[in-house]
């Protein structure tokens, strides 16, 4: 393979979303195996004030770090659950709020958590097409926000275990594995993101009455089936040429 277009790959499978599979086993007759998950997240919030008045809200788009190890069992090639544990950059984005007294251009907030997942597959495995449908339920650890003001000038926050947000963040998603390799998903947080009692440094947040989000998520991931080249064992063996460049 071409060395360029091998450095091209590589890049390219950095920006978007990579999914790589590791070692199947047989465990009692069921398929196991482990999927390492990195996904990119556009993340859409319903947030209302006490008043009732819908913000400007925008899309979050989030890369780093959306990381996850999830555990895949096939009880046959149709049916099957899938579980595992999770890092997420989880947030939402606001234009021309104001936020103590100061009108801001835009608002970003987030919080990375930690969260645990059980979902349940269908469809054809051998094909690597299903449907699955779960829950997570998420711990945030870390706030952080950044204020965008009129002049350009960023103002950057955060804070460890901050009270500023719900400390837990439960979710329900539905997703399809496509044949091609491709993974889409929507998830819904079902409690509010923001803590509506909350009244300290980050601003007034009882002033949200409402502040929900919901993400699409896409991911890519390699399917490598028995006696097929994946192009990870293909990275592999060009390593040697891509350090004597």
Known sequence: MNKKLMILLLLTTTVISFNSFGQKEQVNG?????QNVSDLMFQLSETIDTANNAFNNGVKTTYFFNYAEMIHIDLSNNYGMITGLSIRNVGMKTFDETIGNINYDKVKRRVFALGGSVAFKAGSFSKHSFIYAGCEYEIAFHYRQK?????????????????ATNRFLPSTFI?????????????????????????????DFTLFKKSQIICFILSYQLNKSKGETSILDKIEEKKGDIFDL
């Open 147 to 163: 204020l965008y003001d009129n002049f350009g000038k960023i103002i950057k926050q955060g804070e460890w275990l901050s009270t």
């Open 175 to 203: 997703g399809y594995q496509l044949p091609s390799g491709f993974n889409i998903q929507m998830k819904y947080y079902l409690n509010d993101f923001l803590n509506n009692s909350y009244k300290g440094v980050f601003g």
């Open 30 to 34: 069921k398929k196991v195996y482990v």
